[in-house]
């Protein structure tokens, strides 16, 4: 099997990574949840093992009038190793722009971002690549799926990405996991588009990563595999100690998470209440 050439690619999805062009807190959560600092700054646990760190990270872009647009001033962030949060905000409100710095596919104009302990701002582009490729799981809404490869070739790509062996068991035991053991055979095109999905969330597993990214992770797929995905993405995270920062609308996904937090109650960047962005 051939490897593509080729890293990830920018992920659209909020309002504020309309093809702009870049320039150069307390948490609102549920109960039990607590934010860390005096100043703000969501999070909880020791930072010397923090899974994922942001401290006065910033990004803007320019508009086409020429003015700057703030979309992230975050003082601090932190997420755990092994601990899983719903990032829930309004659209444009910076999260798909946030999953993106965090990942390393969007570079912050100011702060620190640090990843399984690696500062990214420091690693130069073809580093950062193969860290996202080796360290952070992804699953966005474009499921980036290549057409020609089979459901299990594709799940694979996430082993060979990384570096790992590819372990063809360990792909099907998760292709298995979410329902799709038939398909292991099936192209892209040949798959629904909630099969798709459930490709994407295998593939993004397989590899073991430190720090799982997930955008609505469930929005593609019937109710029926909803919770199946859910269960999968919760359990294998919470077998490998692999941390997840889940994005999702659904405030019945949300309930099931001990931890959530709302983007504009630490995102100094965010629009007042009733403005537009």
Same mark, same amino acid.
């Given at each position: ?47 010397s093992s ?105 799940? /694979?790509?996430?082993m ?26 099936h ?42 995905i /859910? ?36 995102n ?10």
């Amino acid at each position: 099997m051939q490897k593509p050439s080729g890293g990830a690619g920018g992920v659209r999805g909020d309002s504020d990574d309309a093809g702009r062009p870049a320039v150069g807190s307390s948490a609102a959560s549920r109960p039990g949840s607590q934010g860390e600092g005096a100043a703000g700054g969501a999070g909880r646990g020791d930072p010397s093992s923090a899974a994922v760190e942001l401290r006065g990270v910033r990004k803007a872009y320019v508009e086409p009038d020429g003015s700057v647009l703030p979309v992230l001033d975050i003082e601090r962030f932190v997420l755990a190793r092994g601990e899983q949060v719903v990032l829930l905000g309004a659209s444009g409100c910076g999260k798909t722009t946030l999953l993106n710095v965090i990942s390393g596919i969007t570079s912050a104009d100011a702060g620190q971002v640090r990843v399984d302990g690696v500062d990214l701002a420091r690693l130069p582009e073809a580093a950062r690549d193969r860290f996202r490729a080796d360290r952070i799981g992804m699953v966005f809404q474009t499921f980036n799926l290549l057409p020609a490869f089979t459901a299990l070739e594709n799940v /694979l790509l996430g082993m060979s990405f990384s570096g790992r062996r590819a372990d063809v068991r360990e792909a099907r035991r998760l292709l298995e996991r979410v329902g799709l053991g038939r398909r292991l055979e099936h192209r892209p095109g040949q798959l629904s588009v909630g099969e798709q999905q459930r490709v994407a969330v295998a593939r993004a597993l397989v590899k073991r990563p430190a720090v799982l990214l997930a955008d609505e992770p469930t929005a593609s797929v019937d109710v029926a595999n909803q919770q199946r995905i /859910l269960d999968l993405l919760r359990d294998v995270c919470r077998e490998h100690d692999v941390a997840l920062l889940l994005v999702t609308h659904s405030p019945e996904v949300a309930a099931q998470f001990e931890r959530v937090e709302r983007l504009e109650s630490f995102n100094r960047a965010v629009a007042p209440a009733g403005a537009t962005r």
